[in-house]
């Protein structure tokens, strides 16, 4: 499927509700609520996928891995803000509003910090090879994030925008599993 028609339609489900002035978290934005859970966990392991794409962006030498960890930015982009916009009752905009480099580290946890700086402190094929892994491993913490929210959740926005991520993540797992075939 078309990386661009998919983000378009994840932006449309997450819009939606604003469309019928009903937030998208209303049955159950509660702290221990099933959809909290899974948007704090979903922006938790999103949040160092981005941290590491944008550096991949300027550091990957392959010119595969770059070219994804582009696509990865602009899809961990329109993630964080989609999962922002669903958390708020206020008036749905079309302006992609990334999250700054600041609310991206805010997000990391000690493990994920002390890999973002790992990562940073390679270069060349070794980058690319631990991006590569990195990645991997990101994206099947994500998908059973996902797979386990799709089990308990409730509300249907919500459960739209997961069906969409969930198969965005399986194709960047086949996507990693060839590059890392390629890089090591």
């Known amino acids: 499927m078309n990386r661009r028609a998919l983000l378009t ?21 509660t702290p221990d609520g099933a959809e909290k859970k899974h948007a704090d966990e979903t922006k938790k392991v999103g949040s160092l996928s981005l941290a590491t ?14 070219a994804f960890a582009k696509w990865e930015v602009a899809e961990q982009e329109t993630i964080a803000d989609i999962l922002r916009s669903m958390e708020t009752d206020g008036k749905a905009e079309g ?38 892994n990195a990645q991997l491993d990101g994206h099947r913490k994500l998908l059973t994030i996902q797979e386990e929210y799709l089990t ?16 965005q993540i399986k194709e960047h797992i086949d ?9 090591g």
Do not use: C, I
């Open 175 to 183: 996507h990693l599993d060839m590059l890392k075939s390629k890089v």
């Open 53 to 66: 794409s944008r550096v991949a962006v300027e550091t990957a030498s392959d010119p595969m891995v770059k």
């Open 152 to 167: 308990v959740g409730e509300d249907r926005e919500h459960l739209s925008v997961t069906k969409l991520a969930r198969g």
């Open 95 to 132: 302006a992609l509003k990334p999250p700054t480099e600041r609310e991206v580290e805010a997000m990391l946890d000690a493990e994920g910090k002390a890999s973002l700086d790992k990562l940073k402190a390679a270069s060349g094929k070794e980058f690319d090879k631990a991006y590569v």
């Open 9 to 29: 339609s994840a932006a449309f489900a997450a819009a939606v509700p604003a469309f019928f002035s009903v937030p998208a978290f209303a049955k159950t934005a």
